[in-house]
């Protein structure tokens, strides 16, 4: 059985707010095996997002802890979550947050050279090559559709060799055609080099296709499927 890659124990968020004390995620539990696919479901509201920002180290909770790829988050500051994340981690958003003064190429290339990766150039393309955007390289992203810039996104994520992917509302701003083309590439990525798969999604199909599904209410686990 492969070992664990992430490990939530006692997962708790509170925050502020003008009624109060508001908690946001109750309790949670988790244990991923490495190179596994995660969706987390429910409805607006109802802790994903928070979860999966603590799951990545982007945030802390208010009490549990996290261990991400063997290390422990608690009472890291953020310097130090954000060398954990830069060695370990891709993301992919529902806003592909691509830099417009980038072309495609440059845009993958950058987290390479910000590693001082001598073949930053190389393996951007050949990521590039892979989402089959291997003739847009030049391009830059309002030069291209909402699923192009996912793609690009995509292979900006798993430009690193990431451990762990998370991916908050991957299909959320493109049409059903491109976003089962979006999930096809998300899981053939994963199956081929072993990435594991956190979804933060909306869309049941999509959920349905990972190997475990937790589903959130109003920051509590309800169920877990296997």
Do not use: W
């Not at 009624?19 to 409805?43: C, F, K, M, N």
Request: proline share 3%.
């Amino acid at each position: 059985m492969n070992p664990s890659i992430l490990v939530a124990q006692n997962l708790s968020k509170v925050v502020s707010s003008a009624e109060g004390e508001l908690t946001i995620l109750h309790g949670l539990d988790l244990d991923l095996a490495r190179g596994a696919s995660l969706a987390i479901v429910g409805s607006s509201g109802s802790g994903k997002s928070t979860l999966l920002g603590l799951l990545a180290g982007l945030d802390l909770p208010s009490a549990g802890e996290v261990a991400l790829a063997g290390h422990s988050l608690a009472g890291l500051d953020e310097d130090r979550r954000a060398r954990i994340r830069a060695e370990h981690v891709g993301f992919v958003f529902q806003s592909f947050q691509l830099l417009d003064t980038l072309d495609a190429l440059a845009n993958v290339m950058l987290p390479l050279e910000l590693e001082g990766r001598a073949d930053a150039r190389e393996r951007a393309r050949e990521l590039l090559e892979r989402v089959g955007l291997g003739q847009r390289l030049a391009h830059y992203p309002k030069q291209l559709s909402g699923g192009e810039q996912q793609r690009v996104a995509i292979a900006r994520a798993f430009a690193a060799e990431p451990d762990i992917l998370f991916a908050d509302e991957p299909t959320g701003n493109l049409d059903s055609q491109t976003g089962e083309r979006i999930s096809d590439l998300l899981f053939a990525l994963n199956q081929e080099r072993g990435t594991t798969l956190v979804l933060v999604t909306h869309d049941e199909r999509l959920a349905r296709r990972c190997q475990r599904l937790i589903r959130l209410e109003a920051g509590r686990l309800v169920a877990s499927e296997p």
